[in-house]
């Protein structure tokens, strides 16, 4: 048992619960349309398997442990394997595996009840709040969607879900640029004026990045 992870494990559940928090205060309502409160207290009770006998030592050893052999990792996979086969918001729970020859495609995709699909985007989107790039998420499905398998519905609203975080983000924080620029465009007072002699505005793309990673630190750390 570590502390290091121990302390992993509370981050990354932390942020799962933050990262619903933003959502529900930034996507569109219809987002969440038919999500009970017992389905939005399942989400913050997020991962609690990975406490349990068959998860946690090694999770542990796999991610903090000092040997990384065969049997670490083979004791990992067998690990995952029960964290999927026990946690819905996976969608590896929802994969249906046949082994009927007649069929071309060996697997069937169940559809998954939306408030899992909420859960797996704030599982991924944790990872972003840890690394304080609240756009990291999108960079990772694009990098992985290939590979996971689901109910088209599923996948139809898991991408809606995704576009709407994206817009809803692009619109807290280009906003607040956007703000930013008018601010420096209408000074109340001419003594406030921002501009060069050459009467171009002191907001630049640098300055602009800057302001971007000020506010992208700020929502990361207050969950604004
Ligand atoms: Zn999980």
Not at 74 to 94: E, G, R, S, T, V
Not at 171 to 179: P, R
């Amino acid at each position: 048992m570590s502390e290091k992870y121990d302390n992993y494990l509370k981050e990354h559940i932390g942020n799962v619960e933050k990262g619903y928090k933003w959502m529900k205060n930034h996507l569109p309502k219809e987002i969440f349309d038919g999500i009970t409160e017992n389905d939005e207290w399942n989400i913050v009770q997020h991962d609690l398997s990975k406490y349990g006998k068959e998860e946690y030592d090694a999770y542990d050893d796999y991610f903090y442990g000092d040997k990384n052999d065969a049997r670490v990792k083979d004791k990992f996979n067998k690990a995952w394997l029960h964290h999927i086969h026990n946690n819905p918001h996976h969608w590896q729970y929802w994969l249906l595996v046949e082994d009927d020859p007649e069929n071309d495609r060996n697997f069937v995709c169940i559809e998954m009840p939306k408030h899992y699909i909420i859960e797996m985007v704030c599982d991924w989107w944790a990872f972003s709040w840890a690394s304080k790039n609240l756009y990291e998420i999108f960079d990772w499905y694009r990098a992985h969607f290939m590979n996971i398998k689901l109910h088209m519905k599923s996948q139809i609203y898991l991408e809606n879900v995704l576009s709407e975080l994206k817009k809803a983000l692009d619109e807290e924080i280009y906003g607040y640029v956007e703000q930013k620029r008018f601010e420096f465009e209408h000074p109340l007072s001419p003594l406030l004026e921002h501009s060069d002699s050459e009467g171009d505005l002191l907001i630049d793309d640098e300055e602009e990045a800057k302001l971007i990673d000020e506010l992208l630190d700020e929502i990361s750390e207050n969950g604004r």
